[in-house]
């Protein structure tokens, strides 16, 4: 992939993120504040836990923190997965925030 074609493909995932914490805090009681500078994406949640999802242009990766931990993302050609389970990113950001928000939340890539 080269570099143009990560930085499209990243940009995508950062809006979606974007995209589907505006819809999740107009249709459910769900406080997420989201906060992004540059390649960086913090959800801060009522509970003051926080997810970070980070950009890693050289390593053309998506690396997400949470409570559950550290995972590090690359696109397969269809869609991010886990450098070590290849698990899917929207799915496991899904899972964690829901975790830590104590609410179902459904991220996707088409929000």
């Not at 459910?28 to 997810?51: A, E, H, K, P, W």
């Not at 998506?62 to 269809?78: S, T």
């Amino acid at each position: 992939m080269t570099d143009l074609e990560y930085q499209n493909q990243a940009e995508s995932v950062l809006k979606a993120i974007e995209k589907a914490c505006d819809r999740l805090n107009d249709e459910s009681d769900v406080d997420i504040d989201n906060q992004r500078t540059g390649g960086m994406i913090t959800l801060t949640f009522s509970n003051r836990s926080q997810i970070i999802i980070n950009l890693q242009k050289p390593l053309q990766e998506i690396w997400m923190a949470a409570r559950a931990g550290g995972f590090h993302y690359k696109f397969n050609g269809e869609q991010w997965t886990d450098t070590k389970d290849a698990s899917e990113f929207f799915a496991n950001l899904s899972r964690y925030a829901s975790e830590q928000a104590g609410q179902p939340l459904v991220f996707a890539a088409s929000v």
